[in-house]
Every structure is written in C-alpha cells, then in structure tokens.
C-alpha cells in the first residue's frame, strides 16, 4: 500500500461540496493515518461569535449542505460503505454521515459532522459592523 495519500487532494474534493448557507470560510477538520494504513478525516461546521448588533457576543454557526452523490461521482473516489449516526449520549456526541472507500486506490474513512464538535471555541467573526466574515486569529482549524 503507497503510504503517500493524497491529503489535499481528498479534502479539496470534499470542499468543492460543501455548501454553507451563509458566509462561512471554514471547516473544523482533522486527518490521522489508521494503525492499517486507512486514512481517516473528519469534518464539521465551525461556531462563529457575532461582533455588532442585539446579538453581539453570540456563538453561533451555519447550516450546509452537501450532495453526496456529487461527492462519490468525483473522479479517483470509489464508494464501499456508507452509513449515519444520531447523537446517543453513550456513544455519538454530533450527527454524522460517515463513508468508506478509496481515493486514488488508497483506502479512506469519511465522517462528515452535521453540526459543529460541542466544546469548540469560535473560529470566525461575524463582523455586522462592516458587514464581513473574518478569521479569529490563531483559530483557523
């Protein structure tokens, strides 16, 4: 098994579908090599802190979308398995869709978070003063 998995490849494949509802430039996201080589991703919307308005100091986070049909008809991606959870209290913290197959015949595992891991610090600013979305510096994730 080439050891080389193409990370940025994967996870730019990832991004061209995923959809926020409103201005939102990033994803909280992780990768690790599994102990049988599979490379494992992780990926979920990230809070945000409101700066301006009645709302100001609010911690919230946007809604997306994903085709996921779209996703597996990416050239190099070949789907084998593909499930979801609910939160359980015991076992599953957020919702998520996970998937398994390979990227360029390299074998991967997908969970695709369907609202922000609890606990996570904002990592932009909804600025309603000046109407704009920016990082929160030293969070990007």
Same mark, same amino acid.
């Given at each position: ?75 190099? #991606?070949?789907? &084998? *398995? ?6 359980? /209290?015991?076992? !599953?913290?957020?919702?998520?869709? %996970? ?17 922000? #891991?609890?606990? &996570? *610090? ?6 309603? /003063?000046?109407? !704009?979305?920016?990082?929160?510096? %030293?969070?990007?994730?």
């Amino acid at each position: 098994m080439d050891q080389n998995f193409d990370e940025a490849g994967f996870k730019d494949a990832v991004e061209r579908h995923w959809k926020y509802h409103r201005p939102c430039r990033h994803r909280m996201r992780s990768s690790e090599r599994l102990a049988d080589g599979t490379m494992q991703f992780s990926a979920a919307p990230i809070f945000q802190e409101i700066l301006g308005g009645d709302q100001d100091g609010m911690k919230v986070w946007s809604a997306f979308e994903m085709n996921l049909s779209d996703l597996f008809s990416e050239p190099s #991606i070949e789907i &084998t *398995e593909v499930g979801f959870r609910s939160v359980c /209290i015991e076992c !599953t913290p957020t919702p998520f869709v %996970g998937v398994r197959g390979t990227y360029k015949e390299q074998p991967f595992v997908l969970m695709i978070h369907l609202q922000p #891991i609890a606990d &996570t *610090e904002p990592v932009e600013i909804i600025d309603t /003063i000046k109407n !704009t979305t920016r990082a929160i510096n %030293g969070r990007q994730p």
